[in-house]
Protein backbone atom coordinates (compact mmCIF):
# COMPACT_ATOMS: atom_id res chain seq x y z
CA UNK A 1 0.00 0.00 0.00
CA UNK A 2 1.44 3.20 -1.28
CA UNK A 3 1.28 6.29 1.46
CA UNK A 4 1.14 10.14 0.78
CA UNK A 5 2.88 12.39 2.51
CA UNK A 6 0.46 12.45 5.22
CA UNK A 7 1.04 8.76 5.91
CA UNK A 8 -2.44 8.04 4.83
CA UNK A 9 -2.82 5.40 1.68
CA UNK A 10 -2.83 7.50 -1.45
CA UNK A 11 -4.39 4.88 -3.80
CA UNK A 12 -7.31 2.44 -3.30
CA UNK A 13 -5.99 -0.78 -2.45
CA UNK A 14 -6.06 -3.38 -5.69
CA UNK A 15 -9.06 -5.64 -5.12
CA UNK A 16 -7.09 -9.05 -6.44
CA UNK A 17 -10.00 -9.14 -9.10
CA UNK A 18 -10.16 -7.46 -12.47
CA UNK A 19 -12.25 -4.93 -11.19
CA UNK A 20 -10.61 -1.52 -13.02
CA UNK A 21 -9.54 1.39 -10.79
CA UNK A 22 -11.24 4.39 -11.51
CA UNK A 23 -9.26 7.88 -12.62
CA UNK A 24 -10.48 10.01 -9.30
CA UNK A 25 -9.94 6.95 -7.01
CA UNK A 26 -13.76 7.01 -6.21
CA UNK A 27 -15.47 3.94 -6.66
CA UNK A 28 -19.36 5.19 -7.47
CA UNK A 29 -20.79 6.53 -3.73
CA UNK A 30 -17.63 5.57 -2.44
CA UNK A 31 -15.88 9.09 -2.68
CA UNK A 32 -12.13 8.93 -1.23
CA UNK A 33 -11.72 12.54 0.54
CA UNK A 34 -8.83 14.47 1.31
CA UNK A 35 -7.86 15.81 4.78
CA UNK A 36 -10.02 19.42 5.02
CA UNK A 37 -6.60 21.32 4.51
CA UNK A 38 -6.05 19.48 1.40
CA UNK A 39 -9.11 20.50 -0.23
CA UNK A 40 -9.04 23.99 0.29
CA UNK A 41 -6.91 26.39 0.13
CA UNK A 42 -5.16 28.27 3.62
CA UNK A 43 -5.11 31.17 2.62
CA UNK A 44 -8.80 31.42 1.35
CA UNK A 45 -12.20 32.06 3.56
CA UNK A 46 -15.19 31.19 2.79
CA UNK A 47 -16.96 33.99 4.44
CA UNK A 48 -16.97 37.43 4.10
CA UNK A 49 -15.22 38.89 7.68
CA UNK A 50 -15.17 42.73 8.12
CA UNK A 51 -11.79 44.47 8.38
CA UNK A 52 -11.23 44.51 12.00
CA UNK A 53 -11.19 47.43 13.47
CA UNK A 54 -8.28 49.11 14.34
CA UNK A 55 -7.41 48.86 18.48
CA UNK A 56 -4.49 49.18 20.08
CA UNK A 57 -2.25 46.42 20.35
CA UNK A 58 -1.96 44.85 23.56
CA UNK A 59 -0.89 41.42 22.46
CA UNK A 60 3.24 42.66 22.38
CA UNK A 61 5.43 39.38 21.20
CA UNK A 62 3.08 37.15 21.27
CA UNK A 63 1.47 38.51 18.22
CA UNK A 64 1.15 36.19 15.47
CA UNK A 65 3.88 36.50 12.45
CA UNK A 66 1.97 34.34 10.09
CA UNK A 67 -1.50 33.30 9.63
CA UNK A 68 -2.78 30.22 11.87
CA UNK A 69 -2.88 27.90 8.65
CA UNK A 70 -6.83 27.27 9.15
CA UNK A 71 -8.73 24.87 6.41
CA UNK A 72 -10.51 27.42 4.07
CA UNK A 73 -13.33 26.20 2.80
CA UNK A 74 -16.26 27.91 0.97
CA UNK A 75 -19.74 26.89 2.47
CA UNK A 76 -20.60 24.14 -0.43
CA UNK A 77 -17.38 22.36 -0.17
CA UNK A 78 -17.66 22.95 3.81
CA UNK A 79 -20.44 20.92 3.58
CA UNK A 80 -19.68 17.99 1.24
CA UNK A 81 -16.62 17.56 3.48
CA UNK A 82 -18.72 16.48 6.30
CA UNK A 83 -21.01 14.77 4.79
CA UNK A 84 -18.41 12.76 2.91
CA UNK A 85 -16.98 11.73 6.24
CA UNK A 86 -20.38 11.05 7.60
CA UNK A 87 -20.68 8.72 5.15
CA UNK A 88 -17.41 6.75 5.83
CA UNK A 89 -19.61 5.89 9.25
CA UNK A 90 -21.30 2.80 9.54
CA UNK A 91 -23.99 3.77 11.42
CA UNK A 92 -27.46 2.59 13.45
CA UNK A 93 -29.50 4.13 10.68
CA UNK A 94 -27.92 2.21 8.11
CA UNK A 95 -28.04 -1.15 9.27
CA UNK A 96 -28.20 -3.76 11.93
CA UNK A 97 -25.18 -3.10 14.42
CA UNK A 98 -24.88 -6.45 16.36
CA UNK A 99 -21.91 -4.88 18.85
CA UNK A 100 -22.20 -7.24 22.01
CA UNK A 101 -22.76 -5.32 25.04
CA UNK A 102 -23.16 -1.96 23.26
CA UNK A 103 -26.39 -2.06 22.43
CA UNK A 104 -26.63 -0.21 19.37
CA UNK A 105 -30.44 0.34 18.62
CA UNK A 106 -32.60 2.84 16.75
CA UNK A 107 -32.24 6.07 18.46
CA UNK A 108 -36.57 7.09 18.48
CA UNK A 109 -36.76 10.69 16.34
CA UNK A 110 -38.94 11.72 18.81
CA UNK A 111 -36.72 11.77 21.52
CA UNK A 112 -34.69 14.15 19.03
CA UNK A 113 -37.56 16.43 17.94
CA UNK A 114 -37.95 16.82 21.75
CA UNK A 115 -33.98 17.38 23.01
CA UNK A 116 -33.90 19.96 20.27
CA UNK A 117 -36.86 22.09 22.07
CA UNK A 118 -35.88 25.58 22.96
CA UNK A 119 -36.52 25.08 26.13
CA UNK A 120 -34.39 22.02 26.69
CA UNK A 121 -31.91 22.68 23.76
CA UNK A 122 -31.28 26.20 24.26
CA UNK A 123 -30.39 26.77 27.67
CA UNK A 124 -26.90 26.89 29.64
CA UNK A 125 -26.07 25.65 33.50
CA UNK A 126 -25.48 28.82 34.43
CA UNK A 127 -28.95 30.52 33.86
CA UNK A 128 -30.73 31.09 37.16
CA UNK A 129 -32.18 28.61 38.45
CA UNK A 130 -35.26 30.32 38.45
CA UNK A 131 -35.32 30.19 34.81
CA UNK A 132 -34.47 26.66 34.25
CA UNK A 133 -37.29 24.97 35.69
CA UNK A 134 -38.64 22.74 33.41
CA UNK A 135 -35.15 21.35 32.94
CA UNK A 136 -34.91 20.85 36.41
CA UNK A 137 -38.62 19.22 37.05
CA UNK A 138 -36.82 17.08 33.68
CA UNK A 139 -33.93 15.88 35.40
CA UNK A 140 -36.14 14.97 38.81
CA UNK A 141 -38.53 13.38 36.99
CA UNK A 142 -35.91 11.57 34.97
CA UNK A 143 -33.92 10.65 38.34
CA UNK A 144 -37.51 9.38 40.02
CA UNK A 145 -38.29 6.58 36.71
CA UNK A 146 -34.52 5.75 37.17
CA UNK A 147 -35.33 4.76 41.01
CA UNK A 148 -39.11 3.26 40.49
CA UNK A 149 -37.50 1.19 37.54
CA UNK A 150 -34.39 -0.35 39.98
CA UNK A 151 -35.98 -0.25 43.07
CA UNK A 152 -33.08 2.21 44.77
CA UNK A 153 -33.31 4.93 46.97
CA UNK A 154 -31.72 7.56 45.65
CA UNK A 155 -29.87 8.67 42.18
CA UNK A 156 -26.96 10.38 41.00
CA UNK A 157 -27.73 11.88 37.92
CA UNK A 158 -24.24 13.68 36.50
CA UNK A 159 -21.75 11.40 35.22
CA UNK A 160 -21.39 11.23 31.50
CA UNK A 161 -21.01 7.41 30.47
CA UNK A 162 -21.11 4.02 32.16
CA UNK A 163 -17.07 4.01 33.40
CA UNK A 164 -17.65 7.26 34.57
CA UNK A 165 -20.58 6.15 36.59
CA UNK A 166 -18.50 3.10 37.99
CA UNK A 167 -16.16 6.30 39.14
CA UNK A 168 -19.36 7.58 41.02
CA UNK A 169 -20.84 4.46 42.39
CA UNK A 170 -17.39 3.42 43.64
CA UNK A 171 -16.15 6.75 44.61
CA UNK A 172 -19.95 6.51 46.88
CA UNK A 173 -18.37 3.39 48.31
CA UNK A 174 -15.28 4.80 49.29
CA UNK A 175 -16.99 7.36 50.92
CA UNK A 176 -19.27 5.13 52.84
CA UNK A 177 -15.97 2.70 53.82
CA UNK A 178 -14.42 6.65 55.60
CA UNK A 179 -17.29 7.42 57.35
CA UNK A 180 -16.84 3.97 58.79
CA UNK A 181 -13.43 4.40 59.55
CA UNK A 182 -12.60 1.46 57.19
CA UNK A 183 -11.71 3.39 54.03
CA UNK A 184 -8.15 2.88 54.53
CA UNK A 185 -8.04 -1.09 55.58
CA UNK A 186 -10.38 -2.05 52.99
CA UNK A 187 -8.25 -1.60 49.74
CA UNK A 188 -9.10 -4.63 47.63
CA UNK A 189 -12.04 -4.62 44.89
CA UNK A 190 -13.10 -8.14 43.51
CA UNK A 191 -14.20 -8.28 39.85
CA UNK A 192 -15.40 -11.35 37.39
CA UNK A 193 -12.87 -12.50 34.90
CA UNK A 194 -15.75 -12.02 32.22
CA UNK A 195 -15.93 -8.00 33.31
CA UNK A 196 -15.79 -5.21 30.74
CA UNK A 197 -12.27 -3.66 31.22
CA UNK A 198 -13.55 -0.37 32.60
CA UNK A 199 -14.40 -2.37 36.05
CA UNK A 200 -10.89 -3.30 36.85
CA UNK A 201 -9.59 0.34 35.57
CA UNK A 202 -11.90 2.37 37.52
CA UNK A 203 -10.91 0.28 41.09
CA UNK A 204 -7.46 1.01 40.22
CA UNK A 205 -8.13 4.69 39.57
CA UNK A 206 -9.08 4.71 42.77
CA UNK A 207 -6.59 2.96 44.29
CA UNK A 208 -7.59 -0.65 45.12
CA UNK A 209 -6.25 -3.39 43.88
CA UNK A 210 -8.24 -6.07 41.63
CA UNK A 211 -8.67 -9.44 42.70
CA UNK A 212 -10.04 -11.57 39.54
CA UNK A 213 -13.18 -14.23 40.67
CA UNK A 214 -12.83 -16.97 38.25
CA UNK A 215 -15.51 -17.71 35.67
CA UNK A 216 -17.64 -20.67 36.64
CA UNK A 217 -17.82 -23.30 33.66
CA UNK A 218 -21.19 -22.32 32.69
CA UNK A 219 -20.14 -18.80 32.62
CA UNK A 220 -21.25 -16.84 35.63
CA UNK A 221 -20.13 -16.18 38.89
CA UNK A 222 -19.79 -19.39 41.50
CA UNK A 223 -20.99 -17.64 45.33
CA UNK A 224 -18.17 -19.84 46.48
CA UNK A 225 -15.69 -18.10 44.94
CA UNK A 226 -16.39 -15.04 45.74
CA UNK A 227 -16.85 -16.33 49.59
CA UNK A 228 -13.58 -17.73 49.73
CA UNK A 229 -12.36 -14.39 48.51
CA UNK A 230 -13.87 -12.36 51.09
CA UNK A 231 -12.41 -10.81 53.91
CA UNK A 232 -11.92 -7.32 56.21
CA UNK A 233 -9.81 -5.92 53.31
CA UNK A 234 -12.58 -6.08 50.73
CA UNK A 235 -13.97 -2.76 49.85
CA UNK A 236 -16.84 -4.31 47.35
CA UNK A 237 -17.40 -6.40 43.97
CA UNK A 238 -18.20 -4.91 40.82
CA UNK A 239 -20.57 -7.54 38.75
CA UNK A 240 -22.35 -7.59 35.58
CA UNK A 241 -25.69 -8.48 35.23
CA UNK A 242 -26.66 -9.89 32.64
CA UNK A 243 -22.84 -10.81 32.72
CA UNK A 244 -20.82 -10.15 29.43
CA UNK A 245 -21.25 -13.82 28.44
CA UNK A 246 -25.33 -12.86 27.83
CA UNK A 247 -26.16 -15.15 31.06
CA UNK A 248 -28.14 -13.84 34.10
CA UNK A 249 -26.10 -14.79 37.21
CA UNK A 250 -29.00 -16.54 38.94
CA UNK A 251 -26.75 -16.62 42.29
CA UNK A 252 -26.76 -13.00 42.47
CA UNK A 253 -28.56 -12.60 45.74
CA UNK A 254 -26.32 -15.47 47.54
CA UNK A 255 -23.58 -13.01 46.25
CA UNK A 256 -24.72 -10.20 47.41
CA UNK A 257 -25.70 -11.54 50.81
CA UNK A 258 -22.05 -12.56 51.47
CA UNK A 259 -20.72 -9.20 50.44
CA UNK A 260 -22.79 -7.60 52.64
CA UNK A 261 -22.46 -10.06 55.65
CA UNK A 262 -18.61 -9.44 54.81
CA UNK A 263 -19.10 -5.74 55.33
CA UNK A 264 -18.65 -5.08 51.70
CA UNK A 265 -20.42 -3.12 48.99
CA UNK A 266 -22.45 -4.23 45.90
CA UNK A 267 -21.46 -2.12 42.38
CA UNK A 268 -23.64 -3.54 40.05
CA UNK A 269 -22.74 -2.89 36.43
CA UNK A 270 -25.56 -2.28 34.90
CA UNK A 271 -24.41 -1.98 30.94
CA UNK A 272 -27.06 -4.84 30.34
CA UNK A 273 -29.64 -3.56 32.19
CA UNK A 274 -32.01 -3.50 28.55
CA UNK A 275 -32.07 -7.17 29.51
CA UNK A 276 -34.45 -6.73 32.38
CA UNK A 277 -35.87 -3.28 32.26
CA UNK A 278 -39.34 -4.19 33.81
CA UNK A 279 -38.85 -7.86 34.72
CA UNK A 280 -36.32 -7.81 37.83
CA UNK A 281 -34.77 -4.50 39.78
CA UNK A 282 -31.21 -4.18 41.52
CA UNK A 283 -32.59 -3.12 43.80
CA UNK A 284 -34.18 -6.22 45.19
CA UNK A 285 -30.88 -8.45 44.14
CA UNK A 286 -29.04 -6.69 46.61
CA UNK A 287 -27.26 -4.17 44.52
CA UNK A 288 -26.02 -0.89 46.76
CA UNK A 289 -24.80 1.12 43.53
CA UNK A 290 -25.53 1.11 39.74
CA UNK A 291 -24.64 2.95 36.67
CA UNK A 292 -27.51 3.06 33.70
CA UNK A 293 -25.78 4.11 29.86
CA UNK A 294 -29.04 5.55 29.03
CA UNK A 295 -27.06 6.00 25.77
CA UNK A 296 -27.76 2.08 25.54
CA UNK A 297 -30.61 0.66 27.40
CA UNK A 298 -32.63 4.12 27.26
CA UNK A 299 -31.85 4.93 23.64
CA UNK A 300 -29.90 7.87 23.18
CA UNK A 301 -27.27 8.09 20.12
CA UNK A 302 -23.94 6.92 21.02
CA UNK A 303 -20.82 5.57 19.44
CA UNK A 304 -20.05 8.97 17.81
CA UNK A 305 -23.51 10.36 17.64
CA UNK A 306 -23.72 12.21 20.78
CA UNK A 307 -22.19 11.97 24.60
CA UNK A 308 -23.19 9.21 27.01
CA UNK A 309 -24.92 9.76 30.31
CA UNK A 310 -24.46 6.84 32.80
CA UNK A 311 -26.51 8.07 36.36
CA UNK A 312 -25.60 6.00 39.35
CA UNK A 313 -28.37 4.65 41.68
CA UNK A 314 -27.57 4.07 45.07
CA UNK A 315 -28.70 2.17 47.84
CA UNK A 316 -30.06 3.41 50.78
CA UNK A 317 -26.48 2.88 52.61
CA UNK A 318 -24.53 4.98 49.53
CA UNK A 319 -27.27 7.19 48.91
CA UNK A 320 -26.13 10.19 51.80
CA UNK A 321 -22.76 10.16 49.75
CA UNK A 322 -23.71 11.01 46.45
CA UNK A 323 -21.82 13.50 44.69
CA UNK A 324 -22.90 17.24 44.25
CA UNK A 325 -24.80 18.95 41.85
CA UNK A 326 -28.02 17.81 42.66
CA UNK A 327 -31.93 18.68 41.95
CA UNK A 328 -33.95 19.08 45.21
CA UNK A 329 -37.65 19.64 45.00
CA UNK A 330 -38.30 22.95 47.65
CA UNK A 331 -41.71 24.45 48.64
CA UNK A 332 -40.13 27.19 45.92
CA UNK A 333 -39.85 24.67 43.10
CA UNK A 334 -36.33 23.02 42.24
CA UNK A 335 -33.34 23.96 43.84
CA UNK A 336 -29.41 22.70 43.09
CA UNK A 337 -27.27 22.07 45.45
CA UNK A 338 -23.65 22.66 44.26
CA UNK A 339 -21.47 23.14 47.78
CA UNK A 340 -20.31 20.85 49.92
CA UNK A 341 -21.05 23.29 53.19
CA UNK A 342 -24.79 22.06 51.99
CA UNK A 343 -24.36 18.78 52.24
CA UNK A 344 -21.10 17.94 54.04
CA UNK A 345 -21.67 13.57 53.39
CA UNK A 346 -21.52 14.23 49.76
CA UNK A 347 -18.23 12.93 48.15
CA UNK A 348 -17.75 16.34 46.46
CA UNK A 349 -18.23 17.34 43.06
CA UNK A 350 -18.08 15.28 40.23
CA UNK A 351 -18.76 16.88 37.12
CA UNK A 352 -19.04 21.11 36.83
CA UNK A 353 -22.92 20.74 35.76
CA UNK A 354 -25.52 18.46 35.94
CA UNK A 355 -25.34 15.96 33.08
CA UNK A 356 -26.11 15.53 29.84
CA UNK A 357 -29.10 17.33 29.72
CA UNK A 358 -29.52 16.41 25.82
CA UNK A 359 -29.05 12.94 27.07
CA UNK A 360 -31.83 13.26 29.72
CA UNK A 361 -34.33 14.38 27.53
CA UNK A 362 -34.16 12.01 24.94
CA UNK A 363 -34.08 8.58 27.80
CA UNK A 364 -37.10 10.31 29.73
CA UNK A 365 -38.56 10.87 26.23
CA UNK A 366 -38.20 7.18 24.93
CA UNK A 367 -39.26 5.84 28.50
CA UNK A 368 -42.75 8.04 28.37
CA UNK A 369 -43.33 7.03 24.76
CA UNK A 370 -43.07 3.44 25.39
CA UNK A 371 -44.21 3.29 28.95
CA UNK A 372 -44.18 0.85 31.80
CA UNK A 373 -45.37 -1.85 29.45
CA UNK A 374 -43.69 -0.66 26.24
CA UNK A 375 -40.13 -0.54 28.44
CA UNK A 376 -40.84 -4.18 29.54
CA UNK A 377 -41.89 -5.45 26.19
CA UNK A 378 -38.41 -3.99 24.79
CA UNK A 379 -36.29 -6.05 27.18
CA UNK A 380 -38.64 -9.29 26.50
CA UNK A 381 -38.00 -8.52 22.50
CA UNK A 382 -34.33 -8.11 22.96
CA UNK A 383 -34.04 -11.40 24.83
CA UNK A 384 -36.27 -12.82 22.28
CA UNK A 385 -33.93 -11.72 19.39
CA UNK A 386 -30.71 -12.74 20.70
CA UNK A 387 -32.23 -15.77 21.05
CA UNK A 388 -33.74 -16.39 17.74
CA UNK A 389 -29.98 -15.34 16.49
CA UNK A 390 -28.48 -18.17 19.01
CA UNK A 391 -31.34 -20.83 17.79
CA UNK A 392 -30.94 -20.36 14.39
CA UNK A 393 -27.07 -20.30 14.13
CA UNK A 394 -26.31 -22.93 16.61
CA UNK A 395 -26.01 -25.85 14.54
CA UNK A 396 -22.92 -23.79 12.59
CA UNK A 397 -21.43 -21.59 15.21
CA UNK A 398 -20.22 -22.83 18.86
CA UNK A 399 -21.89 -21.94 21.85
CA UNK A 400 -19.25 -22.08 24.38
CA UNK A 401 -21.55 -22.81 27.42
CA UNK A 402 -23.73 -24.75 24.85
CA UNK A 403 -27.07 -24.18 23.44
CA UNK A 404 -29.08 -22.77 26.48
CA UNK A 405 -31.38 -19.52 26.42
CA UNK A 406 -29.39 -16.52 26.75
CA UNK A 407 -30.20 -12.83 27.51
CA UNK A 408 -29.93 -10.15 24.89
CA UNK A 409 -26.96 -10.98 23.26
CA UNK A 410 -25.88 -14.40 22.51
CA UNK A 411 -21.94 -15.33 22.86
CA UNK A 412 -20.45 -17.78 20.53
CA UNK A 413 -16.87 -18.68 20.09
CA UNK A 414 -14.44 -18.94 16.63
CA UNK A 415 -13.79 -22.98 17.48
CA UNK A 416 -16.36 -23.73 14.74
CA UNK A 417 -13.34 -22.11 12.49
CA UNK A 418 -10.13 -24.61 13.74
CA UNK A 419 -9.12 -25.76 10.81
CA UNK A 420 -10.38 -23.67 8.34
CA UNK A 421 -7.39 -21.54 7.91
CA UNK A 422 -10.07 -18.48 8.50
CA UNK A 423 -9.03 -16.59 11.51
CA UNK A 424 -11.80 -14.81 13.66
CA UNK A 425 -10.70 -11.44 12.64
CA UNK A 426 -10.96 -12.28 8.91
CA UNK A 427 -13.97 -13.76 9.52
CA UNK A 428 -15.70 -10.28 10.99
CA UNK A 429 -13.98 -8.29 8.22
CA UNK A 430 -15.58 -10.37 5.73
CA UNK A 431 -18.66 -9.09 7.83
CA UNK A 432 -17.76 -5.83 6.31
CA UNK A 433 -17.94 -6.68 2.94
CA UNK A 434 -21.55 -8.09 3.53
CA UNK A 435 -22.25 -4.88 4.83
CA UNK A 436 -22.84 -5.37 8.84
CA UNK A 437 -20.69 -3.79 11.19
CA UNK A 438 -18.83 -7.11 13.03
CA UNK A 439 -20.06 -7.80 16.36
CA UNK A 440 -17.97 -7.62 19.40
CA UNK A 441 -14.69 -9.59 19.13
CA UNK A 442 -12.30 -11.29 21.54
CA UNK A 443 -14.43 -10.02 24.23
CA UNK A 444 -15.37 -10.96 27.16
CA UNK A 445 -12.16 -11.94 27.27
CA UNK A 446 -12.94 -15.41 29.38
CA UNK A 447 -13.67 -17.14 25.98
CA UNK A 448 -11.43 -17.55 23.23
CA UNK A 449 -11.84 -16.03 20.32
CA UNK A 450 -15.61 -14.17 21.50
CA UNK A 451 -17.99 -13.41 19.03
CA UNK A 452 -21.08 -11.44 21.07
CA UNK A 453 -23.47 -10.37 19.35
CA UNK A 454 -26.77 -8.66 20.31
CA UNK A 455 -29.51 -7.86 17.77
CA UNK A 456 -31.14 -5.98 20.40
CA UNK A 457 -35.16 -5.45 20.07
CA UNK A 458 -35.43 -2.59 17.01
CA UNK A 459 -34.39 -5.03 14.31
CA UNK A 460 -37.24 -6.91 12.88
CA UNK A 461 -37.77 -10.22 12.12
CA UNK A 462 -36.76 -9.67 8.27
CA UNK A 463 -33.20 -7.76 9.15
CA UNK A 464 -32.70 -10.67 11.92
CA UNK A 465 -33.57 -13.53 8.98
CA UNK A 466 -31.54 -11.92 6.51
CA UNK A 467 -28.40 -11.69 9.01
CA UNK A 468 -28.67 -14.90 10.07
CA UNK A 469 -28.26 -16.19 6.13
CA UNK A 470 -25.66 -14.16 5.60
CA UNK A 471 -23.82 -15.26 8.56
CA UNK A 472 -24.72 -18.91 7.32
CA UNK A 473 -22.95 -18.39 3.98
CA UNK A 474 -19.76 -16.86 5.63
CA UNK A 475 -19.90 -20.06 8.10
CA UNK A 476 -20.30 -22.62 5.27
CA UNK A 477 -17.87 -20.76 2.90
CA UNK A 478 -15.83 -20.70 5.70
CA UNK A 479 -16.08 -24.41 6.82
CA UNK A 480 -15.61 -25.18 3.02
CA UNK A 481 -12.06 -23.99 2.39
CA UNK A 482 -12.95 -20.78 0.30
CA UNK A 483 -10.43 -19.11 2.51
CA UNK A 484 -9.85 -16.06 0.32
CA UNK A 485 -12.94 -14.44 0.42
CA UNK A 486 -11.65 -13.97 4.00
CA UNK A 487 -7.85 -14.04 4.04
CA UNK A 488 -8.02 -10.44 1.96
CA UNK A 489 -11.39 -8.74 3.09
CA UNK A 490 -13.07 -6.28 3.37
CA UNK A 491 -12.53 -6.24 -0.25
CA UNK A 492 -15.01 -3.34 -0.67
CA UNK A 493 -14.39 -1.07 2.21
CA UNK A 494 -12.81 2.25 1.08
CA UNK A 495 -9.82 1.03 2.81
CA UNK A 496 -8.87 -2.19 3.87
CA UNK A 497 -6.48 -3.92 6.25
CA UNK A 498 -4.50 -0.78 7.84
CA UNK A 499 -1.87 -1.44 10.00
CA UNK A 500 -3.73 -0.94 13.04
CA UNK A 501 -0.90 -1.30 15.43
CA UNK A 502 0.68 1.47 13.92
CA UNK A 503 -2.07 4.05 13.95
CA UNK A 504 -2.62 3.14 17.76
CA UNK A 505 1.21 3.48 18.42
CA UNK A 506 2.68 5.96 16.06
CA UNK A 507 -0.57 8.14 15.33
CA UNK A 508 0.18 11.05 13.03
CA UNK A 509 -2.11 13.58 14.60
CA UNK A 510 -0.63 17.05 13.32
CA UNK A 511 -0.83 18.09 9.09
CA UNK A 512 2.47 19.69 7.63
CA UNK A 513 1.64 22.00 4.86
CA UNK A 514 3.14 21.01 1.73
CA UNK A 515 5.22 24.85 1.63
CA UNK A 516 5.37 27.16 4.59
CA UNK A 517 3.16 29.89 4.40
CA UNK A 518 5.13 32.86 4.15
CA UNK A 519 2.46 35.67 3.88
CA UNK A 520 2.81 37.72 7.03
CA UNK A 521 0.22 38.58 8.87
CA UNK A 522 -0.89 42.58 9.26
C1 LIG B 1 -20.49 -0.10 27.68
C2 LIG B 1 -20.05 -0.79 28.90
C3 LIG B 1 -19.38 -0.11 29.94
C4 LIG B 1 -18.88 1.31 29.81
O1 LIG B 1 -19.86 2.24 29.49
P1 LIG B 1 -19.48 3.57 28.69
O2 LIG B 1 -20.76 4.32 28.65
O3 LIG B 1 -18.99 3.14 27.35
O4 LIG B 1 -18.41 4.27 29.46
C5 LIG B 1 -19.10 -0.80 31.09
N1 LIG B 1 -19.43 -2.09 31.23
C6 LIG B 1 -20.06 -2.78 30.25
C7 LIG B 1 -20.43 -4.22 30.48
C8 LIG B 1 -20.39 -2.16 29.05
O5 LIG B 1 -21.00 -2.84 28.08
Keep these: MTMNTQGRPSAPAETGTAVPQTFTGNKALMIEEALIFEIGDVKNCGVDIPEPPQVKDRLGKLKRKAPAGLPGLSEPETMRHYVKLS ?27 MARLPGFGDIHPLQPVSSVQGAL ?14 GMAAVAMSPKAGAHGELCGMMAIKAA ?31 YSVKAIPARKDGTVDPADVKALLDDTVAGIM ?89 TKTDDGFAVVEHEAEDPKSFGRLTAFHGQMGMFVRALAYMLSHGSDGLKKASEDAVLNANYVRARLADLMSLPFGNKPCMHEVLFDDSFLKDTGVTTLDFAKAMIDEGYHPMTMY ?25 IATMRDLVMDAKAGKTERFAGAP ?32
Design 137 to 150: ELIDMLAEWLMEMT
Design 239 to 327: LTNPNTCGLFERDIIAIADAVHAAGAYFYCDGANFNAIVGKARPGDLGVDAMHINLHKTFSTPHGGGGPGAGPVVLSEALAPFAPLPYV
Design 177 to 207: LEARGEGDTRNVVLVPESAHGTNPATAALLG
Design 87 to 113: QKNYAIDMGLYPLGSCTMKHNPRLNEK
Design 443 to 467: FPLVVHGAMLIEPTESESKASLDLF
Design 491 to 522: YYAPRRRLDETRAARSPRLSWTPPEPITDAAE
